[in-house]
Structures are given as C-alpha cells and as structure tokens.
C-alpha cells in the first residue's frame, strides 16, 4: 500500500440562493405587495482535525468535496434553507495551504479543532426587501453569490511526543505494539512498516504520551532511498527520540555499531535540528541474549559509539525493560515541557 501523507483535495463551499420576485396574490386582495423571500446562505467547507484518524490516505478515493448550495428565496417571504456546512475529518497534525498561491491556511494541531477553507455564498434578496415607499411593486431582487472554492494542499505532520528511529526490523513496532494498543504488523522482513503508527502509551493512571512508529531507515534514506525520508519530517515535533538497535547476534551481516551508525549519518544528513534532539538509545531484543550478555552489548555499543546520553535494554516482544523505559520517557516529557517552537517545527 502506497503511504499518502500528502493530499491535494478540491473544496467548493455552496454557492448562495438567489432573492425572488414574487408579489401577494389572494382574492379579494388587490395590489398584494411584494414578498419575494430571500435565499439561503450556502454551505461553507470546513477541516475538523480528528484524533481518530492518522492518515491522509481516504483522500486517494475521493478528492473533491462540495457543500451544498442555498436555496431560493419562495413567495410569502419565505426564506430559502440554508445549507449544511460540509465537515471534512482530517487527522490531527494536518498542515492546510492553498495549492495555487502556497498560501498557509491553518494548522490543525488540537483534537476537534475547525478549520474553514471555503466560505459559502451569501444569500441574494427579495423583492420584499426592496419595498420602499415610493415603489411600492419593486421587481427588484440580488443572486446570491457563489460559494469559494479553491485547491486544498493537505500535508501531515504527526503530533507526537516521542519519535522511533531505526533500521527496518530493529522492533520498532513490536514496541509500540507492546506499550499501547497501537496494532502495527509486524514481521521479520524490512519495511513491514508502510505509513507512521501513533499510540498512546498509559504509564499511570492520569499519565500517558503518544509514541510515533515510523517506517525504518536504510542507508541513503536522507537522499530518499526506501521509505524513510518522508516520514522523518514527522519526528521534527516530538520531543523525544528513541533510537532503537537490534543487538541480537543473529548472525554476521548484523552488527549493532553499523547499524547505528548508519541511522545516525543520515540523521544528520537530514536535519541539525533532528539529530539535536533528546535522543535515547534503546538496545532491542536483550531476549535473544542472556541478561549479563545483554547489558554488556548494550554498554560495549554505547562506548563504541562514544555515546553518553541515557540508555536502555529492553525486550520489546517480552516487555522487559520497557516499564523502566515508559516511566523514564514520562519524567523526561515532565521536566522538559514542550515549548511553542515544537508545535510550530
Ligand atoms: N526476539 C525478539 N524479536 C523481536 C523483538 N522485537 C522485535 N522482534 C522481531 O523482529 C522482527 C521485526 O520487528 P518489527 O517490530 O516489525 O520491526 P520494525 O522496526 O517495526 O521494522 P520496519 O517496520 O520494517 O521498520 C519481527 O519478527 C519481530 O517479531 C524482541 O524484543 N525480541
Ligand atoms: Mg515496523
């Protein structure tokens, strides 16, 4: 399945109902005096950002989206209904330009948030409105005005608060799968991962942070080679990354220290500003080794590396080490609070 993290979307609000001309016609009744209703309003279009949702991909079926219009004024001043405003559900961390001009339109960041991108036509009058008291009978009455309609660029930047980075197979979504009820496939090949996987990771009662599982990178990824470097933009608003190694010895064409060095060249080739972010390295599948063992490779690829920061041992298919981990990221998030130029990255 092709990934669509981007959308170009065509929105038309409703266009307005027009006024009428139409005068009171009743027996005995003569000169009946205008009354001509007015039209209706059409419906606007608007984004809601939607915490259900967390791809762009539903906008490959359909593409454009029409509000419907006002309706026409009616005689014995009846106005015309107005339209329904069109509500389109987008996920949150969606990103709104104007495809022509490349204008921002908005940023769709806090669950529920609306967002309007084409104003609906205004109601045209009726005659009625036109009654004055030198025209008695006017035949006057306005369209409404057509509703706006324009090209949508929609591009999605996952809101989370920390970011898995590895090679394809390192466990990221095993991870994920383990600590939230976030249900990724995951199997023994690369790039089992296709699009980023968010999940809420509950560490107390009151106390949880959303984790982004992203496809895998390989070398060159920074240049565009496999999935990668699509999705690593998505980590530029977490605040946390976790670099997660496969320190299995499976056998020799794997070796934790290349593998590591490798995520993080490209890491750096991608962006200063993502390779500067708290970054964790977090040894993988410690079950496929004995516990001393574990340890020992974890802390023999720390030295090699000439790394400092904190590190872990887990086994994300065992859930060993990964409480630890969930409550150190949690008092991490705590004590280094978000600031604006997170949300705004
Ligand atoms: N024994 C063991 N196997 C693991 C562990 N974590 C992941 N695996 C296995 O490693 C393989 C890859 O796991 P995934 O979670 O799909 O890896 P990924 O990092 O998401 O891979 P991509 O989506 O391709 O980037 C699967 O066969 C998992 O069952 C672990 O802690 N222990
Ligand atoms: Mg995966």
Not at 77 to 103: F, N, Q, S, Y
Not at 244 to 270: G, M, N, S, W, Y
Request: net charge neutral; hydrophobic share 40%; glycine share 12%.
């Amino acid at each position: 399945m092709k990934f669509v993290d981007e959308a170009r979307i065509k929105v038309m609000a409703g266009d307005g109902g027009n006024g009428i001309v139409s005068f009171r016609r009743e027996k005995y009744i003569p000169f009946g005096g205008p009354n001509g209703g007015d039209g209706g309003d059409g419906g606007s279009v608007l984004l809601r950002a939607d915490p259900g949702l967390n791809t762009l991909s539903d906008f490959r079926y359909k593409r454009a989206f029409a509000a419907p219009r006002g309706q026409n004024g009616m005689g014995r001043d009846m106005t015309g209904h107005k339209g329904d405003d069109l509500i389109i559900p987008v996920p949150v961390g969606t990103v709104v330009r104007d495809a022509d001009t490349g204008e921002l339109i908005g940023d769709l960041t806090l669950p529920g948030q609306l967002l309007k991108v084409a104003q609906g036509g205004y109601h045209g009058l009726g005659n009625a409105r036109f009654k004055s008291s030198t025209n008695r009978a006017p035949r006057q009455c306005t369209p409404g005005t057509p509703g706006e309609q324009r090209m949508l660029e929609l591009e999605l930047k996952l809101l989370a608060d920390v970011g898995l980075l590895g090679l394809p197979n390192a466990g990221k979504s095993t991870l994920i799968s383990r600590v939230s009820q976030a249900r990724p496939k995951i199997a023994d090949y690369p790039f089992t991962t296709l699009h980023p996987n968010l999940g809420v990771v509950s560490v107390g009662p009151l106390d949880s942070f959303v984790m982004a599982d992203i496809p895998g990178l390989i070398e060159g990824a920074a240049d565009g080679a496999g999935l990668g470097l699509r999705f690593l933009k998505h980590l530029q608003r977490t605040r946390l990354l976790l670099h997660i190694i496969d320190i299995a010895p499976v056998d020799d064409t794997h070796d934790p220290f290349d593998d590591a060095r490798t995520v993080l060249e490209e890491l750096d080739k991608f962006s200063a500003e993502l390779a500067d972010k708290p970054r964790w390295l977090v040894c993988n599948k410690s079950d496929l080794l004995l516990p001393e063992e574990a340890d020992a490779r974890c802390a023999a690829l720390a030295a090699a590396l000439g790394w400092e920061g904190p590190r872990y041992c887990i086994s994300a298919a065992s859930g060993a080490g990964t409480q630890t981990l969930n409550k150190a990221i949690l008092q991490h998030l705590k004590t280094h609070p978000a600031n604006n130029s997170d949300a705004n990255a």
